[in-house]
């Protein structure tokens, strides 16, 4: 199973919105709805921040939302702040009992 | 505090079997799927695989052969056993809790440092 596609880094001013883009197949993201996002802060394990593609677990900001289309999902960070930067992840169910995880794409706030 | 608590860091040569344990609480290890998850020094996430409550095992196929996992109901623990280690295996190994079929890995632990070393 190859990892999905991200980019390598997003970046944003303060306030501003970024959207990262997580690309699989028909055979992961396009036949799953199991898409979760995970933001990871160095040398601490990572975080869940979007879950079953769209959902928001309780605690996280609402300046986080995800959304897909066919074999792509997006992560978007709406008034972007300095704490969002991290390195985040995307995860898809792909089938049996395997998942896979995205290349990871580095947020910096300018 | 943490739900989810890992053993320590581990040293190894190449060819040895490494097990890392990841305790929990009652109420998650009778109920949630508890994931592997390994991460390389500077490197992204790599699924590794996932023990169900009662028993039941699955390995991604990279791991296929290599890779054990176990619970002991006694202490609410579940482990991981990766054996012929190569230097490649040299990662942080997470283990994460799903409430089952969301797919969202929430609880994590705090990751164990494995290091194969001739």
């Known amino acids: 199973q190859s990892a999905l596609t991200q980019p390598a880094s997003v970046s944003g001013s303060l306030g501003q919105s970024i959207t990262i883009s997580c690309t699989g197949t028909s055979s992961d993201i396009g036949s799953h709805n199991l898409v979760s996002w995970y933001q990871q802060d160095p040398g601490e394990a990572p975080k869940v921040i979007i879950f079953e593609g769209t959902k928001r677990p309780s605690g996280v900001s609402n300046r986080f939302s995800g959304s897909k289309s066919g074999n792509t999902a997006s992560l978007t960070i709406s008034g972007l702040q300095a704490e969002d930067e991290a390195d985040y992840y995307c995860?898809?169910?792909?089938?049996?009992?395997?998942?896979?995880f995205g290349t990871g794409t580095r947020v910096t706030v300018l | 505090q943490l739900q989810v608590v890992q053993s320590g860091a581990e040293v190894k040569n190449p060819g040895a079997s490494v097990r890392i344990s990841c305790k929990t609480s009652a109420s998650i290890f009778n109920k949630d799927y508890v994931h592997w998850v390994r991460q390389a020094p500077g490197q992204g996430l790599e699924y590794v695989g996932v023990?169900?409550?009662?028993?039941?095992?699955g390995s991604a196929r990279t791991f296929l052969g290599r890779l054990t996992l176990s619970r002991d109901t006694s202490t609410n623990t579940v482990y991981m056993g990766l054996s012929d280690l190569k230097f490649e295996d040299t990662a942080v190994y997470y283990c994460?809790?799903?409430?089952?079929?969301?797919?969202?890995?929430?609880?994590w632990g705090q990751g164990t440092l494995v290091t194969v070393s001739s």
């Open positions: 023990s169900y409550p009662g028993g039941p095992t």
């Open positions: 994460a809790t799903e409430e089952p079929r969301t797919g969202s890995f929430d609880s």
């Open positions: 995860c898809s169910y792909a089938g049996g009992v395997d998942y896979v």
